[in-house]
């Protein structure tokens, strides 16, 4: 079922082989707050710049100006290589943003709706101050080969490691997986693209790959 999900990772990176990281399913309570500002390869055990997650709602979401909390993206975030080295990547002590990025949404969206972005790319999402729950579902895919972090550190940046946030959906087979993604095969790393499968020109025309 990840196949289709899977295909739209293409128009982003080029890659011959793709890899479900993970899925998710999110819960934003009426009366819960913002969600901040982050990106999810922050979050994930790879030393990779080919990664993007699917951000599918459950449950119908007004635009914003009626309440709505959908996704909002930082355009070309995941491009700013002078962010992550001039400023903490923990985030602690980091001035005011306001104005470096475009920021775009989506508006209304119904289910079945999807966005996609880089896991590099900064994204935020409002309080829930309507009267309903709001769930949403996600699909997170990275490319086979991408190089595993190691020992909890990155080899860049003095040894940062990734935000713990997301370590107990991969800390049973984080070392079991080898040194780069699908070395070793692993039941909760499986491959869901594979080029050698045929041909599909998956290209879209006006993708997102700005946000």
Same mark, same amino acid.
């Given at each position: 079922?990840?196949?289709?999900?899977?295909?739209?990772?293409?128009?982003?990176?080029?890659?011959?082989?793709?890899?479900?990281?993970?899925?998710?399913?999110?819960?934003?309570?009426?009366?819960?707050?913002?969600?901040?500002?982050?990106?999810?390869?922050?979050?994930?055990?790879?030393?990779?710049?080919?990664?993007?997650?699917?951000?599918?709602?459950?449950?119908?979401?007004?635009?914003?100006? +009626? *309440? %709505?909390? /959908?996704? @909002?993206?930082?355009?070309?975030?995941?491009? $700013?290589?002078?962010?992550?080295?001039?400023? !903490?990547?923990?985030?602690?002590?980091?001035?005011?943003?306001?104005?470096?990025?475009?920021?775009?949404?989506?508006?209304?969206?119904?289910?079945?709706?999807?966005?996609?972005?880089?896991?590099?790319?900064?994204?935020?999402?409002?309080?829930?101050?309507?009267?309903?729950?709001?769930?949403?579902?996600?699909?997170?895919?990275?490319?086979?080969?991408?190089?595993?972090? +190691? *020992? %909890?550190? /990155?080899? @860049?940046?003095?040894?940062?490691?990734?935000? $713990?946030?997301?370590?107990?959906?991969?800390? !049973?087979?984080?070392?079991?997986?080898?040194?780069?993604?699908?070395?070793?095969?692993?039941?909760?790393?499986?491959?869901?693209?594979?080029?050698?499968?045929?041909?599909?020109?998956?290209?879209?025309?006006?993708?997102?790959?700005?946000?």
């Amino acid at each position: 079922p990840s196949l289709p999900f899977a295909l739209a990772f293409l128009p982003f990176h080029q890659v011959p082989r793709v890899r479900l990281y993970q899925d998710s399913t999110f819960l934003k309570r009426v009366g819960d707050g913002p969600t901040l500002w982050h990106s999810d390869l922050s979050m994930a055990p790879f030393h990779t710049n080919e990664a993007v997650t699917m951000w599918l709602p459950l449950t119908p979401i007004p635009p914003e100006d +009626e *309440g %709505g909390t /959908g996704l @909002l993206f930082a355009s070309g975030s995941h491009r $700013d290589f002078a962010l992550s080295f001039w400023e !903490d990547a923990k985030g602690g002590g980091r001035r005011d943003l306001e104005g470096r990025y475009a920021l775009d949404s989506y508006g209304r969206m119904e289910v079945g709706d999807a966005t996609w972005h880089h896991g590099w790319c900064l994204h935020s999402s409002g309080p829930n101050d309507l009267e309903e729950d709001r769930m949403a579902f996600t699909l997170c895919f990275v490319a086979d080969g991408a190089e595993m972090l +190691e *020992g %909890g550190e /990155g080899k @860049l940046g003095g040894g940062r490691g990734p935000d $713990d946030e997301d370590e107990e959906s991969y800390r !049973d087979w984080r070392g079991k997986v080898g040194r780069r993604v699908g070395e070793k095969e692993h039941v909760y790393l499986p491959l869901v693209w594979d080029e050698a499968w045929g041909s599909t020109d998956t290209r879209q025309k006006g993708g997102t790959g700005e946000a």
